[in-house]
């Protein structure tokens, strides 16, 4: 017998299945036992049949390097799924869409009558300094006042067991094809183990992405036009964006495929000729989108996107400029915005957060920066962080360096002890440390993925979970404990 | 919904990438098995094949002799060469991998199985023994990702682009292996025909896997007046030339804006099933296959300017 939870050692972590040595939490037992029952051979096979499976289906995704320029690896994927209680996950589910909501409406007053920043809620000199602010955007308000319409936010939980949101990813967040992906690979590998757990469904994301892309058409028809706008096959996430737009049934297009006419509509071109285009999902940076407007260089977007989005002809999602709250400065007023606009209490903790520009709070990051880890406020993808404790004191001080030059520009958290689950390294687990994204659509009504995708750092002591840095991944489970 | 030019153009090229990596697959099984029937006097090689390709220069410019390694190597596994097999099956799945939202998720997995095995056995392909299998499965790979895709896929617009790169491949590589057959295998055709001319003759119509049904269709003992007619002219073989065409033909008449490219080809194929390749001359065939591969090119040329 390979598994053996008397020899798992959770340490002073919390795990997500198991909740001390040999006992797994009741929502795992199941699985933790069925795991158990299986022979070396048997894991084995089990682990190459998933591999096999990702070769086959081809998911995978492109990393950059300088060397080699990019290119492709398979998905790294852990057999061992991350199980979630339904009874918490409603709890969360209800705390995303309080915060997705009131992050819209911020951008929105942002972009508008800024009360946000009268009432001294929010400063303004954060606003003038904001990278991802548009001032292409003021005066302009999208249907429903709905800017970001697919939201990632990063969910962890701490040693204490607490789940806080690490960040929202507001401009083009990427990896729900990979939540749908690791689903089919765990019921090609594993179909035992989905007839002893009620597992909530994952699979209908692509339609109420298509319902609420839908919604946003300007033209009130049966069938709007819709397509999604890619880069091309030479960007990382590429392969979600192919996938996406299979699953929709829309069409997937690059820039080059699409033309403003005069008329500032925006037209596809077809082998019979131009075609009417009603909404873009575009998964291209702001920047990028419209070289009339912004980087006059940018070969990828389609010149007159703009105009035809303001003259309401085009729903553009995410909307451009939405990026601005997806700031990591921002993100440290989120429980002001959440009271500010919904007069709630924030349901899901952010974690505590330390902003430079803030003389006294700066002062305490560049003193205790061994212990804090260091975020510029416009970066993703795990770039340009400083992990406090796992650098050397010629790193804190390049970084101290760093924040003093802009000040604006970075925010500081204390460390979190992330939490782990059992991930399969041979024939045995070890615990990893983890994170989970999921994905809030908002179009009529707000919907939350079941679950979502949960990233693991695969590197022992690592709470680096980016894949583009190394991360894995598991298929999440949101069990339902009370349907058995 | 109409059609991206852009993608309706990947599915004309993807479709003639793979056709273009099952016909040299079997040219290169053919020549193999040829050369084991033929006498040490007859020295044929490997350098016909280079010139089936119209590949001389790349492959001179890369190799000194044309020996079987190097031909082999140039055919099947050189990157550097942009039509050898791996290159085609690799330029289908970049092809099939910007438009997997189009094709059946099987046929682009199929696709992409089929480039991972036919790279992670390369080796295969140098040795005699092994090199049939590993090319006989790359041909059952591509025989099956086309019936995925006729039994899967939609048989809508994007579907008819598939079809027309096929057989546009398929009508070029028919005439170019007749034509660098023909002159290179055969010289002297007036003459009284050998044994080893009828093995020829055979090994031309197998590399279009068209020998058994050649057979059934012409009881005669095997000669060039009866191979160039099938091959050329057969209105119901699907490797031949006219087939293929006709192809081409009725899949044009489901797309939009047709007229130009229908009467120009209608044209051709008139020419072609009026004429009398088989009474040529060596010199007159050469220059009536010349025409052909002309017509397929302006045939490529108003279908990519029209359409993509």
């Given amino acids: 017998m390979a598994i053996k939870w008397n020899s798992y050692d959770v340490a002073n972590f919390h795990d997500e299945l198991v909740e001390d040595r040999g006992i797994p939490r009741p929502y795992a037992t199941d699985l933790c036992n069925y795991l158990a029952a299986l022979s070396d051979k048997e894991i084995i096979e089990y682990k190459a049949a998933a591999d096999s499976a990702i070769h086959v289906m081809g998911i995978t995704f492109r990393v950059y390097n300088d060397e080699d320029g990019s290119i492709d690896r398979a998905w790294p994927f852990d057999i061992v799924p991350r199980l979630i209680d339904k009874k918490e996950w409603q709890i969360i589910e209800v705390g995303l869409k309080q915060r997705v909501k009131a992050l819209n409406m911020f951008i929105d007053d942002l972009y508008n009558e800024q009360n946000i920043i009268r009432d001294g809620i929010f400063p303004a000199e954060l606003l003038e300094k904001s990278k991802n602010f548009l001032p292409q955007c003021k005066g302009f308000s999208p249907p429903l006042g709905i800017w970001a319409h697919i939201c990632g936010s990063d969910l962890v939980r701490d040693d204490q067991g607490i789940v806080y949101v690490l960040e929202d990813n507001l401009r083009v967040p990427s990896g729900v094809s990979y939540m749908l992906e690791n689903r089919l690979v765990m019921k090609r590998v594993f179909p035992e183990m989905f007839e002893k757990y009620s597992i909530l469904p994952i699979d209908d994301y692509p339609s109420e992405l298509y319902d609420m892309l839908a919604q946003m058409s300007p033209r009130d028809i049966e069938e709007p036009e819709i397509v999604v706008l890619t880069p091309g096959i030479y960007n990382s996430a590429y392969f979600e964006h192919a996938y996406l737009a299979q699953q929709m049934g829309a069409e997937l297009v690059e820039g080059n495929d699409l033309v403003v006419g005069d008329d500032d509509i925006v037209y596809m071109r077809t082998i019979e000729g131009l075609s009417r285009i009603d909404v873009i999902y575009r998964r291209i940076d702001d920047n990028f989108l419209d070289p009339e407007v912004f980087n006059p260089d940018s070969t990828l977007g389609v010149p007159g996107l703009m105009r035809a989005w303001k003259a309401g002809n085009v729903a553009l999602t995410n909307a451009p400029g939405s990026g601005v709250a997806d700031d990591k400065v921002v993100y440290a007023y989120v429980p002001a915005i959440i009271e500010y606009y919904l007069g709630e209490k924030t349901l899901l903790p952010n974690v505590p957060t330390y902003k430079c520009h803030d003389a006294r709070e700066r002062e305490y990051v560049l003193a205790n920066i061994e212990k804090m880890v260091v975020k510029p406020a416009n970066e993703s993808g795990g770039y340009g962080m400083l992990i406090g404790p796992h650098s050397s004191p010629e790193e804190h001080q390049a970084f101290r360096e760093l924040i003093k030059a802009d000040p604006r520009n970075y925010v500081a958290q204390p460390m979190l002890i992330l939490s782990t689950a059992p991930t399969l390294f041979d024939t045995e687990v070890e615990p990893r440390h983890l994170d989970l994204r999921p994905f809030i659509l908002s179009g009529k009504n707000v919907t939350v993925t079941a679950g979502g995708l949960t990233r693991v750092a695969m590197r022992k002591g690592s709470t680096v979970v980016n894949s583009s840095q190394g991360g894995g991944s598991k298929d999440t489970w949101i069990v339902d404990m009370e349907s058995l | ?308």
């Fill in chain 2, 1 to 308: 919904m109409s059609m991206l030019s852009r993608v309706a153009s990947t599915l004309y090229w993807m479709a003639r990438y793979l056709e273009r990596a099952e016909n040299t697959a079997r040219l290169v099984n053919v020549n193999s098995h040829l050369l084991l029937d033929l006498p040490r006097s007859v020295v044929l090689g490997w350098e016909p094949v280079v010139d089936i390709l119209s590949n001389r220069e790349l492959f001179y410019a890369l190799h000194e002799q044309a020996s079987e390694h190097a031909v082999v190597n140039f055919i099947v596994t050189e990157r550097a060469n942009p039509s050898s097999i791996i290159s085609s099956l690799s330029a289908a799945r970049e092809n099939a991998r910007t438009i997997r939202e189009i094709i059946p998720r099987e046929a682009w997995e199929q696709i992409n199985t089929l480039y991972l095995f036919a790279t992670e056995n390369q080796h295969d392909a140098f040795s005699r023994r092994q090199r049939y299998n590993y090319l006989n499965k790359i041909i059952l790979a591509n025989q099956t990702i086309t019936g995925l895709l006729a039994g899967t896929m939609t048989h809508d617009d994007g579907y008819e682009f598939l079809c027309i790169g096929r057989n546009i491949e398929r009508a070029d590589m028919t005439t170019r292996i007749i034509d660098v057959r023909s002159a290179s295998l055969l010289p002297d055709m007036e003459h009284e025909q050998s044994a080893f001319d009828n093995i020829q003759w055979m090994s031309v119509l197998k590399s279009l896997t068209a020998y058994q049904m050649y057979r059934r269709e012409v009881r005669l003992r095997i000669n060039r007046r009866d191979v160039l007619k099938f091959l050329l002219q057969e209105e119901h073989f699907p490797r031949s030339l006219l087939h293929a065409l006709k192809e081409v033909e009725r899949g044009l008449e489901r797309l939009p804006r047709n007229q130009d490219i229908t009467k120009a080809l209608q044209g051709a194929n008139k020419q072609l099933m009026s004429a009398k390749p088989e009474a040529l001359k060596q010199d007159k065939l050469h220059e009536f296959i010349d025409l052909m591969q002309i017509e397929l090119d302006n045939l490529h040329e108003s279908i990519s300017h029209t359409y993509f």
